[in-house]
């Protein structure tokens, strides 16, 4: 993606959500690296919302863990565990969770100590199988609305919908 993101910093962040799912659209179908259309994800959201965090944990059916991918932000954990934390949770419930105080979750895993608040989004293959998960962490408790996480549910679909075109050499 070339250009600049159509994204009007004035409006709210829910809005600003909702203006970006156009541009990733077409940029998801546009470039049949899986790798780096994850990139460009992470990178738009982190740019368009100014959350602390914003990126992928990918499942490695091998470890049976969930190994980090692209992301913006602080560095961040590198591997993450079946029963342990909210990108486990949304990945072994194939749920999305929204987590408005991440030391009220039992089992929290504190990657950045900034982390107040969590949604973590779980993307399925076209088989239905939780393949990766979108992890996004704010600095502020109670920190997403629903429109927000409404707006984080249509990019799941429009990642969903590209990831079977996608190629992951």
Avoid at 31 to 60: M, Q
Wanted: aromatic share 8%; glycine share 8%; proline share 7%.
């Amino acid at each position: 993606m070339a250009q600049d993101l159509p994204i009007d910093p004035s409006l709210p962040r829910a809005a600003r959500l909702h203006q970006l799912l156009p541009a990733l659209e077409g940029l998801l179908t546009g470039e049949p690296s899986g790798i780096a259309n994850l990139a460009n994800v992470a990178s738009a959201l982190w740019s368009a919302t100014g959350w602390h965090w914003v990126g992928f944990y990918l499942v490695d059916q091998a470890a049976d863990n969930l190994v980090l991918g692209p992301f913006q932000g602080p560095v961040a954990c590198t591997r993450l565990h079946r029963g342990k934390g909210v990108c486990a949770a949304a990945w072994e419930t194939n749920t999305t969770q929204v987590v408005p105080d991440v030391h009220d979750f039992p089992g929290h895993v504190a990657c950045s100590s900034a982390s107040l608040s969590e949604v973590v989004l779980p993307i399925c293959g076209s088989n239905g199988v939780v393949v990766a998960v979108l992890d996004i962490d704010s600095a502020s408790a109670d920190d997403f609305s629903q429109e927000e996480v409404e707006g984080l549910e249509a990019l799941r679909a429009l990642v969903e919908r590209a990831w079977p075109t996608w190629s992951w050499s």
